[in-house]
């Protein structure tokens, strides 16, 4: 089975200041990838996916960009962050074809 | 992005009482997902449910599709402490789409 690993598991930023959060997945190979935000403990917000190294579709447009450097990497990151960047990150694994996704413990990025 | 409709937002009951959630869409689910968050950690599949009138059970968790998979809904029996969470049903697609979850608090 996979495991996914997400670090940092907190993070204390300024406004302006850049951010790169990182995912890696174990167990399994050529795996669709998310990144989701968490706000207040509810509902996920779909932030970005890829199908493959180098493929990335972004779902809503902020400062915010991911990369895939490596089939079980993803990367998220940010030039400069906004307060309204705030949130719990959470980083998605599927396997090809199913639509049963498993998740990393997540990243608190706090804004301030 | 179809909108998925989680009811009751929130949930307080203490330990054995019985509960139900329910997740409701306009349109129709290929499939669905559940869910299970605790705090500061990252959501646990419970379950997937793909037919229409499935009923799924996961220990004292009953999981129902509707016959005209639009809606779904999810049983708990002789709720635990344990039980407390945020639970979220998913709609399947290339990426899922979340409703917004029903907080459970179940009490000693």
């Known amino acids: 089975s996979q495991t996914i690993h997400q670090w940092p598991a907190t993070l204390v930023q300024p406004v302006g200041s850049p951010l790169s959060l990182e995912c890696t997945v174990e167990?399994?190979?050529?795996?669709?990838l998310y990144w989701y935000r968490q706000a207040a403990g509810r509902g996920l917000q779909l932030l970005f996916y890829?199908?493959?190294?180098?493929?990335i579709s972004s779902e809503v447009p902020q400062n915010l960009s991911a990369s895939r450097p490596q089939d079980r990497q993803f990367i998220l990151s940010s030039k400069k962050l906004l307060l309204s960047d705030s949130g719990f990150y959470l980083c998605?694994?599927?396997?090809?074809?199913?639509?049963?996704?498993?998740f990393g413990p997540g990243t608190r990025l706090t804004v301030t | 992005t179809q909108l998925l409709e989680q009811s009751p937002q929130f949930l307080s009951i203490q330990e054995g009482e019985n509960l139900t959630v329910y997740c409701n869409s306009s349109?129709?689910?290929?499939?669905l997902q559940w869910y299970r968050q605790e705090p500061g950690e990252g959501p646990v599949l419970l379950v997937t449910?793909?037919?229409?009138?499935e009923v799924k059970k996961l220990k004292r968790l009953t999981f129902q599709f509707g016959d005209a998979r639009k809606d779904s809904s999810l049983h708990i029996t002789a709720a635990q402490p344990g039980d407390t969470g945020l639970y979220l049903c998913?709609?399947?697609?290339?990426?899922?789409?979340f409703g917004k979850g029903t907080s459970l608090l179940v009490t000693p």
């Open positions: 998605a694994c599927a396997a090809l074809s199913s639509y049963e996704q498993y």
């Open positions: 167990g399994t190979s050529n795996p669709n």
């Open positions: 890829s199908v493959g190294i180098g493929q």
């Open positions: 349109s129709v689910f290929s499939s």
């Open positions: 449910v793909v037919t229409g009138g």
């Open positions: 998913a709609r399947s697609g290339y990426a899922l789409n």
